[in-house]
């Protein structure tokens, strides 16, 4: 499964990066309004940093807008995920932009019927935001199970793309589901290196290691002295 991160801060993107955890980016107009720079500017740098595909949103909703826009979001970059809305007048353009080979991530996905759509019309990757129907009631990985099964009996070429991830258990169900992407917030990516058995066997060896240097009267330096 791959896992993109789901921001527009580039500290929180390079730390992930460095840690080599991550395949891509997804952002949008508010994460990019959280950064409070020119989004331009910001896409920019965030293109250049990182190797895989970052998805970048229209503001637009009409198509002759959307189509405009996502040709020059799609100049910015080679890595650039043009996203568009789940309307009308959003598929219509993924339909034109799929033509033109231009990659598009469609957004705001919250049935498995505007997913199926999305693929149709030849969307690079659908994205179900499951924490956002959780929020209201809804079972938003029921979603991404009925997605993964259409996909799977069509061999549709899109990819579901989790999004509105909001904990690690999400991740997980998505992961165990066969979804292909998952875009996680930075402190759900944080929170899915942590256990606290790790922390405990982590804090013995080092105690046990002490332990032994003092049993021998001398500070060891671990294995450099092996053949
Ligand atoms: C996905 O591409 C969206 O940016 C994102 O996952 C939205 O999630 P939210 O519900 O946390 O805003």
């Known amino acids: 499964m791959k896992l993109f991160i789901d921001s527009a801060n580039i500290p929180q993107i390079k730390k992930f990066l460095d840690i080599g955890v991550l395949d891509g980016v997804t952002t949008n107009p508010t994460l990019l309004a959280k950064e409070g720079v020119d989004p331009a500017e910001q896409v ?54 799929s033509r033109e080979n231009i990659k598009t991530n469609v957004t ?42 259409i996909f799977r009996n069509y061999s549709m070429a899109s990819q579901i793309l989790v999004s509105s991830v909001r904990h690690p258990v999400h991740v997980l169900r998505a992961a165990k589901l066969g979804a292909h992407v998952a875009t996680l917030p930075p402190d759900v990516l944080d929170k899915m290196f942590n256990h606290p058995l790790t922390d405990v066997g982590l804090k013995r060896f080092t105690a046990d290691w002490q332990e032994l240097e003092k049993h021998l009267g001398r500070k060891l330096t671990p294995y450099r002295s092996m053949p």
Not at 85 to 96: E, H
């Open 44 to 97: 920019e740098k965030i293109l250049k940093l990182v190797p895989g595909p970052v998805s970048v949103e229209v503001l637009s909703t009409d198509y002759e807008g959307i189509v405009g826009e996502a040709r020059r979001i799609a100049e910015m970059g080679e890595n650039v995920v043009v996203k568009a809305p789940m309307t009308q007048d959003g598929l219509r353009a993924v339909r034109k932009l």
């Open 108 to 149: 705001l996905v919250f049935s498995p019927n505007q997913g199926l759509l999305a693929a149709k019309a030849g969307a690079t990757y659908v994205s179900p935001f499951i924490g956002r129907l959780d929020d209201v009631g809804y079972d938003g990985m029921r979603v991404i199970k009925d997605l993964v099964e």
